[in-house]
């Protein structure tokens, strides 16, 4: 039986259009799902979007819609991003459809049977825009006599009838569980943040709210509605079909890895273990924070109008070089500033000169020597077998390192490849072989076919759709292009279809 992988995006609010923030977060873990897949995995991939609580009935109303309305008519902006970008994730879920609802008052009356929740009082400082309560500690009293989150929203004084979560009896518990499980929340910096939080000392939660009533009811008791973080984080159960232990994917539960921003990294690493601990259940194995995109060193914001969306980066320079570029440009878990001139460097260095040109320039050659056909893998040197062998490492490099979510990583060791290969082409010299030993030419090209292989195979998590076009030049069967594959040569003599560029150069026409 293939392992099992599950890989969550958080599921974005849906008060605003997805931006370049949230294509970020998804394009990661879609690089990810599609390594695992390739690596062998049974894997389960789920995004989605959070569509209760204050902050999107807030949204709605000023909007002039009801809020089930309003959610129906953005989430699927997200869903058509996806497709765009192209994700490939297996479910969608929306926190407004049935089975969430079910599935989480399922969950909360677990947590009252187990003498988790209790009715109280809340009074305290409260930010809609991070849907978090805070610490007036936490807060910061601008000169206006506002105050702030540390996030920068601001926070409003809330009274209320609430039910808790006795988190503060989870204190010890989950910090046990940290020191056994090191590997749980990554970077590790983000770790030695995350356990200074919580030896700091925990507060019960509030976990409903009385003063709006866009959210799941509470069970019993109408005059509630759940608070929308442990409504939205339940959904990551839902999505396995939770509480039928027949369902399909109910052998996912517990989660692989969760990918969120730095900024949501409380909720998944705190409360959620805690929540799931406290109604019996496992929590998941592992929590990534990855760091924040600025635009063109700004901080990016509707009110500075450089908000950044991803549909047009597509439109204008290519989804791979897209996908490329926000994998490749920052160590991921370090912020990063997006920039054009860095993609487009990227674009016209990288892809377009060192890794386009190799393709192009191997595969012509064959197309033109080698009457369009796949040479046979002939007596090889030590060169040869240097440069293939690098390449038949590349699997479990570039596997590694996403496995450790260090994508820049992987892209790096498949780049010293790429650039190792350039420089073999040009020490070859092919092209001058044709005439002085066609026989020594005929195996140059076939190790440069090889090679290409490998390239074109790893690099499918973050590019698919050019390296199914390189593959499909290469003349690898659809069927063969995972890594196991590898281990199988092409079959000499293949035909080769016409040698087509897969990255163009960008030129602007500004
Ligand atoms: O927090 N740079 O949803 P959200 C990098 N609904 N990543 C960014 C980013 C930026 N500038 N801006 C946004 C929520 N992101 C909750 C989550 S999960 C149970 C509930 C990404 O719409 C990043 O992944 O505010 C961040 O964590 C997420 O979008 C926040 O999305």
């Given amino acids: 039986m293939k392992p099992k992988f599950y890989v969550t995006t958080p599921i974005y609010y849906v008060n605003d259009v997805p931006h370049l923030g949230h294509a970020y977060t998804n394009v990661a873990c879609d690089a990810l799902a599609r390594c695992k897949r390739l690596a062998g995995s049974d894997v389960f991939f789920l995004t989605g979007t959070d569509e209760h609580g204050q902050k999107i009935e807030k949204a709605a109303a000023t909007r002039g819609e009801n809020p089930q309305a309003f959610t129906d008519r953005i989430s699927p902006a997200f ?125 019960d939660l509030s976990v409903s709210r009385t003063s709006f009533r866009w959210g799941i009811p509470v069970p019993g008791d109408a005059a509630h509605v759940m608070y929308v973080w442990v409504d939205a984080l339940f959904n990551y159960v839902t999505a396995t079909g939770w509480p039928d232990a027949e369902a399909p994917r ?13 900024d949501i990294l409380r909720f998944h690493a705190v409360y959620w273990p805690a929540l799931l601990m406290a109604a019996g259940m496992a929590p998941p194995k592992r929590v990534f924070a990855h760091g924040w995109w600025t635009v063109e060193g700004e901080k990016m914001s509707k009110s500075l109008g450089n908000v950044v969306a991803p549909g047009d980066l597509v439109e204008r320079y290519g989804l791979d070089p897209v996908r490329f570029y926000l994998l490749r440009e920052v160590p991921f878990g ?75 990583e992987g892209l790096e060791e498949v780049w010293k490849v790429v650039r190792a290969a350039n420089a073999y082409i040009d020490h ?83």
Avoid at 94 to 105: F, G, I, M
Wanted: glycine share 8%; net charge neutral; with cysteine.
């Fill in 428 to 510: 070859q010299a092919p092209w001058a072989l044709k005439k002085t030993d066609p026989a020594r030419m005929a195996v140059v090209l076939r190790v440069l076919a090889d090679v290409l292989r490998v390239l074109a195979t790893v690099l499918q998590p973050v590019m698919p759709g050019s390296m199914a076009c390189m593959l499909d030049q290469l003349g690898v069967a659809e069927t063969a292009r995972d890594f196991a594959s590898l281990a199988t040569p092409l079959a000499e003599g293949t035909p080769l279809p016409p040698p087509q560029g897969v990255f163009p150069r960008y030129t602007d026409a500004e």
């Fill in 334 to 408: 370090n912020d990063g500033d997006f920039s054009r001139r860095a993609l487009i460097g990227r674009i016209n260095g990288e892809l377009a000169n060192e890794f386009g040109n190799l393709a192009q320039r191997s595969l012509s050659l064959v197309a033109r020597h080698c009457e369009g056909r796949l040479p046979a893998v002939g007596a090889r040197t030590g060169d040869d077998a240097a440069l293939l062998a690098r390449a038949a490492a590349l699997p479990a490099l570039l596997a590694a390192a996403f496995n450790r979510q260090a994508f820049h």
């Fill in 79 to 203: 869903r058509d991003l996806w497709a765009t970008l192209g994700i490939s994730n297996d479910d969608f879920i929306r926190t407004t459809e049935p089975r969430h609802k079910a599935a989480t008052t399922a969950f909360w009356q677990r947590l009252v049977e187990r003498g988790e929740i209790y009715l109280g009082g809340y009074k305290g400082w409260y930010a809609v825009r991070d849907e978090a309560f805070y610490d007036e500690g936490e807060t910061t009293l601008r000169p206006d006599g506002s105050r702030v989150a540390p996030s920068g929203a601001p926070v409003e004084w809330v009274v209320e009838p609430s039910y808790f979560f006795r988190l503060s009896a989870w204190q010890d518990r989950l910090l046990d569980f940290y020191e056994k499980n090191p590997d749980f929340i990554a970077p590790q910096s983000r770790r030695n943040e995350v356990l200074s939080f919580v030896r700091g000392g925990l507060k």
């Fill in 250 to 262: 109910a052998g996912f539960w517990p989660a692989d890895l969760h990918m969120v921003g730095k």
